[in-house]
Structure formats: structure tokens, C-alpha cells
């Protein structure tokens, strides 16, 4: 468990056993995205859009939430890194609280997950945020409403990475 | 009821819709996501944008009911709306929430007001129309029928 204590905070409560519950689980063979976004429209829409691409999907509603199910906070029970198997994050980048800057950047300094390719996306389109993004070492930065194309795509950054 | 001319009140119905702005090609592009693993899934989407929209709405009121206005938090409201209208190809309410989003910018309190009242409206004629249409789906499915879809 990575401890930056200045960054990462516990939360109280830990997570949900519902929410673990949701978490997919399986064969492996399939690419598992984890998507975060606030609203809850656009997170039915993303998750709807990478089922029908089919990848094994779990949605979050926030940044802190796809922390802990990447085990890099400690709920209740603890995780270890990664393991529900993440190949792939996709994170909205307006977010109250931790935006999805804040989670690439918390995945990128992260020695045991920092190699799961992170998307961002975002409804507007501010150049100087995709490269600050990109910087930071998003694979990739969509602009909303994300296509059925843009999301079929994704599965690149994972084969990227395989040796 | 006759089957086809339920389908033939749907392609009208979402001719207009189209034809008028009140959705865009996004609305498409969820129908298009619909299949037979989840034949609800617009009008589940749909009851989301309801919901959602219904407490932005209250936040709204509420945050502009305040003195003086945190201007900040109106805009993040209005953001959240626009964001939600758009996946949801809900046109004409993205578009007053452009409006708004100036309005914030410029701490135009008024503009705000008038912007919030143009959204609620916008609102409602929209969730009159989609609920006629998804209510015409139900109908033609009952019927046997298939949703007949815009090229």
C-alpha cells in the first residue's frame, strides 16, 4: 500500500459493500475498465457505451471511490493495489472535491499502478488543460459526449502496454 | 392499436423533435445503444436526466435565492446541466445553459434569474415531449411492433 499520508486521506466509512459488490469480476479476458464521473447521466451513458464495446466495466461516482478500488485508500476491507485488475482508467475531468487531474496525477506517482493507461474526459475543450493533461501522462483526451468510436479505440492504450 | 400508425406517430413525433431543436443527433446515438439486452435503456436514461435535472433545479433556485450569489457554485450547478443535457441530446436546454454559464461569468444577477426561469421552461417542454414519445415506444413494443428508427 502506497502511504502518502499528505495526499491520501482515509475516508471514513470505507467503501460500501454495495459498491464492491458492483465491482466486475471474472475471466481476466476481457479488458476492465474502471470509469469516475460525477453525473450520473453521463456515467449510465459511458458505462452503456464500453458494455456494448465490451469491456468489463465498473462505474464510480468520484475520485475518491476509484481510489479505494484501486486499493490506494483505505477502506473497509482494505485492497491491495489494484486488485480488482483495472487495465484502464476513464475519468471525467470536472469533478467537486478531486477532479480527474488530481486522480492521473495520484495513478502516475503511484509505483504499483502507475502503468494503467488513464483517459480523460472533459465537455469543454480548454487547450491549455488537454496538455497539462497529457503532461501528466493521459494516453488520451476526449472531448464530450465520447463517441462509440472514441471508446472502441481504448482498447489500443491497453495493447500498448502488454510486452 | 394499429401498429404502424403508431410507428408512423413516432417518426413524426421525433421528425419534429428534431426539426424544432429540441433534441440532436446525441438523442440518436443513445437510441442507437438500445438493444434487445437492454430494451429500456433510453428511457432509463432518460428518467435520470428527469431526476437529475429536477434537483439541479431546486440547487439553482436555491443558490440564486442567496445574498449575495455565489456565482461559483451557480456555475458548477449550470455545468453539471449542461453536461447532462447534452449526453442526453436535450438541445434547446444546452443552449440556455450556455446563457447562463455567461450570465455566472458576469456576475449578472438578473441575467441569471431570467436565464434559470428560460431553463425551467425549456425543461418542461422537453420532458412533455420525450415522455409522449417513450410512452409511444412502450405502446408500439406492447404492440409487437419495432421502434422505427431515424437515419
Redesign the interface.
Known sequence: MVNKSTRIQKLKGGLPTEALAKVESGDGSRIHVLAVDDNSVDRKFIEKLLKISCYKVTTVDSASRALEILGLIEGTPPLAPNAFKINLIITDYCMPGMTGYDLLKTVKECSSLKEIPVVIMSSENVPNRIKTCLAEGAEEFLLKPVQIADVKRLEGHVRDRKP | MDVAKLQRQHVDLTHALFKEGFLDD?FT??QQ?Q?ST?PD?VA??VA??F??TDRLLSELTRALEQDPVDYKKVD?YV??F???S???GAHRVKVVCITFRTCCDEGNRQGCWQALQQVKHEFILIKSRLEVLLQLEQQILAAGGEIPFME
Do not use: M, R, W, Y
Open positions: 446525441q446515438q443513445l445503444l438493444d437492454n435503456f432509463e436514461v435520470l436526466f431526476e437529475d458548477a455545468h453539471q449542461k453536461g447532462s447534452s449526453s442526453i
